[in-house]
């Protein structure tokens, strides 16, 4: 595994048989998330479980716009095919980042998949109204935890055909 930065991690592993394997530059993921110990989970369960895309990793919803309309220091940041996207984030909320990209005709079409600790039936119907793709409750335990982002990278990274390869 090597860290690019503080904000970026890939792996050089893989299984063999995905499609994603060959193109790893090509299907980054962005992770927009302010807890820090999430992050590491995060960051560990990419490694342990042999995932290759690049993980860009922001710290608020204002950052994720930012990385997302190549706004300040991410000028040169790649369009994600995926984002990871927690709905409680200081300065701009998830709800806010997931309307702002649903609306927009370049990016409406970026899957995005709500990752967050919240189980309340008003943020799911409101992160599915606001065009969310997928709505996972973060699992507490790190073992379900590793488990549900390979699950993630499984079928979004290597099942389905995505619109920003």
Do not use: H
């Not at 996207?85 to 806010?96: A, Q």
């Amino acid at each position: 595994m090597s860290v690019t930065n503080e904000n970026t991690i890939n792996t050089s592993k893989g299984s063999v048989g995905s499609k994603i394997l060959n193109t790893p530059d090509r299907s980054p993921i962005l992770l927009a998330e302010d807890n820090p110990d999430d992050i590491l989970i995060t960051k560990r369960a990419w490694s342990n479980d042999l995932i290759k895309n690049k993980l860009y990793i922001v710290n608020d919803g204002e950052e994720a716009l930012e990385f997302l309309y190549k706004q300040g220091k991410y000028s040169n940041a790649p369009t994600p095919s995926l984002m990871l996207l927690d709905l409680k984030m200081p300065r701009v909320d998830g709800f806010e980042v997931l309307k702002t990209v649903k609306q927009d005709a370049k990016l409406k079409m970026l899957p995005i998949i709500v990752l967050t600790t919240s189980n309340r039936d008003k943020d799911v119907q409101l992160a599915y109204d606001l065009g969310c793709n997928s709505y996972i409750v973060k699992p507490v335990s790190y073992e379900k935890f590793t488990k549900a982002v390979n699950t993630i990278q499984k079928y979004w990274m290597t099942m389905c055909e995505l619109p920003f390869k």
